[in-house]
């Protein structure tokens, strides 16, 4: 041996709140900035609410109470964001089954 140490293996669990944190994920940072028209505000306050999300340093939350917290978001009553949260109110139902997330990841380019 060369004397390094070799880490453990690392194990992750993909539960629902994953799915629900990738889908907001893709579509508030790939399919709507890409057209920069969501308002800084509305952005720096996601950024601070998916960061603490995804950090798992708090419990983390439903799919409604993260829908919450967008709707009251600086500038969440302009029409761009009403789209988004239009698009976020539909995620838990249209990721339900194996085709359904396939085609939502196949469909959300990573490029």
Do not use: C, W
């Not at 399919?31 to 609410?49: A, G, H, S």
């Not at 995804?54 to 302009?78: F, G």
């Amino acid at each position: 041996m060369d004397g390094r140490v070799t880490p453990p293996p690392v194990h992750h669990v993909l539960r629902p709140h994953h799915i629900d944190l990738i889908a907001m994920l893709l579509l508030i940072f790939k399919e709507y900035e890409l057209q920069k028209t969501l308002p800084k505000d509305f952005l720096l306050y996601m950024y601070r609410v998916l960061l603490m999300e995804t950090s798992e340093v708090i419990e983390h939350r439903s799919h409604q109470h993260m829908l919450a917290m967008v709707k009251v978001a600086p500038n969440a009553d302009t029409p761009v964001v009403q789209g988004l949260i239009g698009a976020l109110e539909n995620v838990a139902t249209q990721l339900r089954a194996l085709d359904q997330l396939t085609n939502f990841f196949l469909s959300t380019s990573l490029g």
